[in-house]
């Protein structure tokens, strides 16, 4: 596994736990240890994605950061094996 | 009407005190330790209790 | 609206292709109670639903629905590579090649195309969370069948992460039903639709 891989990895660590108690927050809106797990990995996440998108581009378009080139489009997409 | 901002709103009652019939009740989720990150992910759930594989060759 | 992230919920890295085994998990693309299916149902259902909690539900899960059509497509994309004429002949896969070649569009294993008869958005709080219930319960039994059916890691891998979400959406769409009963009139649930009257509640004189 490499290191952009790696990244990737932490980032959809982070993001799943993130949607998983999402989900059990819009039915449990009022529980507060759910609501404290959540903004830990809200932390963890935003860091994790901090590190990744300086290395190896935008996750969502707004995140280009380059002056000289649309980074956007660049491979890899998410279908593509290297993506994973 | 009981929605959250109710104080008497309790999501954590598994069951409602009044299950009458022709209606469906799907007990609750109480709150429980997730699994970390890195399991849940590995699992496709942050939750112990709704981590139930499929047993290939199971009779 | 939506914001696209360019990566996928959970990782797909098929080292081989296998055209017989696209031609089945096509399903979950296109097919009765597949992802697209389930991502549009909830979706189009969420506009009517009278209560914060469902209109949150039915969006946060209508849109994890779409990252998961995305997956499929992802698993029949890397399926379908560098195939020979030979693969395409053998694997009974020529049918859908005939029509597409190997680009991705949404039917069922059959080869029925998506149609919108596949899902309901009745308009009814009840019988919509039901219906959801339903759809997750169906898509987890596909998704059992294909795992039946693949006999590689690199696919069975990322069918159990989708099949295992299944049974989640499930859960939450029953506690969804429940908000529902709570802000109901147990005497009889049936008595009127949240959705459609105004004054349908647990105080509601019947």
Redesign the interface.
Known sequence: MNERQRLLKLIQMYDFAIKDLNLYLDTHPGCAAALQYFHKYKELSAKAYDQYIKLYGPIIPKQVTSTEHWTWINSPWPWERSAN | MLNSKNPNYNPDFRFPEQTPIGMAYIPFQPWEEPYDAQQGLERGTMFPSLDLPFKRGAV | MW????????????KNPNPKLAKVIISQLGGPDGELAASIRYLNQRYVMP???LK??LT??GT?ELSHL?MV??II??LTRNLTIDQIKDSGFDTYFVDHTTGIYPVAASGAPFTASYFQSKGDV?TDL?ED?AAEQKARTT??NI??LSDDPDVSDPI??????E???F??F??????A???LN??N??ACNPAFNKRC??NQQL
């Open positions: 914001t696209y992230e360019k990566k996928l919920q959970y990782p797909v890295n098929i209560y914060p909690e949150g539900l946060d899960i994890e995305e497509s992802a994309y890397q009840i039901i219930m998704y059992d795992l039946r159990k992460f989708l099949r295992a979400r049974i989640a959406h859960q939450r029953g506690e969804g039903l429940r908000i009963q709570d802000n147990s005497k649930f049936y509640g647990r």
